[in-house]
């Protein structure tokens, strides 16, 4: 399934908030600790042409990184469809978000992903 992984990091979350409560950037080490831990995903996320950090360009590790408008750019509910574009050729991740700048976005894609089961 093409979010199957989500769902794992969903029904993780207890396991995740002990692991990570009290970590310094630990946003960096989430993912690749999970995929440690459920290595059967490995194979489906690793992407390994070069990321020239353009738009238009297949991003590494199949993440969509908003870097030419930001450092990084913290997506909005505004960028929904550029997410959902962003998804539909490939990208399995998206960074960032903040709850601070736009929770509506973050509570939009994961009512989304949770509707997928």
Do not use: C
């Not at 997506?75 to 997410?83: C, F, I, P, Q, V």
């Not at 978000?97 to 736009?102: G, I, L, R, T």
């Amino acid at each position: 399934m093409e979010n199957d992984l989500v769902q794992v990091l969903l029904r993780e979350d207890d396991r995740i908030r002990t692991m990570f409560a009290r970590g310094f950037l630990v946003d960096e080490l989430l993912v690749p600790t999970m995929l440690n831990i459920y290595p059967e995903f490995k194979d489906r996320i690793y992407y390994d042409r070069p990321v020239h950090d353009r738009p238009e360009e297949f991003q590494g590790s199949l993440r969509y990184i908003n870097w030419w408008d930001g450092s990084p750019y913290v997506w909005r509910e505004k960028d929904y469809e550029t997410l959902l574009a962003a998804r539909r050729q490939g990208h399995l991740f998206s960074r960032k978000f903040d709850a601070e700048v736009d929770k509506a976005i973050i509570d939009k894609i994961a009512g989304q992903l949770l509707e997928i089961k």
